[in-house]
């Protein structure tokens, strides 16, 4: 049972990634004033279906001097942790019962910098090469201030697992106590994520594009794939830890489906950061404001419980 469990919310995940590209696809036409994908089945409804086909039947090209092991086993790499990330949704019966869901998200996000690398280098291009290099710098300088946030909600109920999170927010929302550090959050996944405005290893104007420039056909897909996954798993991650985990209800889908909204409208509003901004940002204001708050949540718990 766990098995088939698992797999049909494998499956789910992978047509919900196909119909979120749909939805930024409108998502994006609309803010620009014009139409979106439409002709395809009833108001475009078919086009994930259409591009996945043609993603995968696309010839593969063979990079004559690239590493050809790791060049073609990396984005599977990327594709299977996206895979193992998804064992940590928080059901009322969990697939895995994970007591130390958070730390294994945070080893799991660590891994991912090694597929971003291992892709870019392997693919012995200048372009990919200084994609997946801008990558790894921003990645791990966004997980310091990540994880410290992770480590002041985890205060608020004193466990380390994701199911916890829903019986803590019963009567309110993490949301409430610590409002500033929420939107510390949400910048910090479109970092982590490697969305606009933080798309440094994929600057189309400058890179081409990134780290993935020599993929094509079923390895570009894999990435494709691997990406889209990420930004459903860290919305899911927002709505479990910030809005009220109850993954019973439909509010718990609504807000999900909000916040990866969000993620699009931030695309289509905003331009790209310069890097050395973005840089100063994580170390100059999201570190010391979620340490601050690390401080002052625990020295208030000390206090309430008498330590």
Do not use: H
């Not at 994609?131 to 004193?158: D, H, K, N, P």
């Not at 510390?184 to 969305?195: F, G, K, V």
């Amino acid at each position: 049972m766990f098995i088939i469990n698992y797999l049909l919310m494998i499956i789910c995940v992978l047509v919900c990634v196909g119909f979120v590209t749909l939805m930024e696809r409108k998502v994006l036409s609309y803010i620009q004033l014009r139409k979106g994908p439409n002709k395809v089945g009833f108001m475009g409804l078919l086009q994930p279906f259409a591009d996945g086909i043609k993603l995968f039947f696309k010839e593969q090209t063979y990079p004559y001097l690239s590493n050809f092991i790791i060049y073609y086993l990396s984005p599977i790499f990327m594709l299977c942790l996206s895979f193992i990330l998804w064992t940590l949704f928080p059901y009322m019966i969990n697939i895995y019962n994970f007591n130390f869901g958070v730390l294994f998200f945070m080893c799991c996000t660590g891994m991912g910098v090694y597929g971003i690398m291992l892709s870019g280098w392997s693919s012995n291009s200048k372009y990919a090469l200084l994609g997946c290099l801008r990558a790894i710098a921003q990645t791990i300088s966004y997980e310091v201030s990540m994880s410290l946030i992770i480590l002041c909600v985890v205060l608020f109920t004193f466990s380390f697992n994701f199911y916890n999170f829903m019986k803590y927010q019963d009567s309110c929302w993490f949301l409430f106590f610590s409002f500033p550090l929420f939107f510390c959050w949400l910048s910090s996944c479109l970092a982590e994520t490697n969305r606009s405005p933080f798309d440094f290893a994929e600057g189309e104007s400058e890179l081409v594009s990134g780290f993935n420039v020599e993929y094509s056909g079923a390895g570009f897909s894999f990435i494709f794939l691997s990406e889209y996954m990420n930004i459903i798993f860290m919305s899911m991650i927002t709505v479990v830890m910030f809005l009220g985990c109850n993954v019973l209800s439909f509010s718990f889908f609504l807000k999900l489906i909000f916040i990866i909204f969000w993620f699009i409208w931030v695309r289509g509003t905003l331009p790209r950061f310069r890097y050395d901004k973005l840089m100063y940002l994580t170390w100059k204001v999201f570190l010391p404001i979620s340490l601050n708050y690390y401080l002052f949540f625990s020295l208030f718990l000390c206090s309430m419980l008498g330590y």
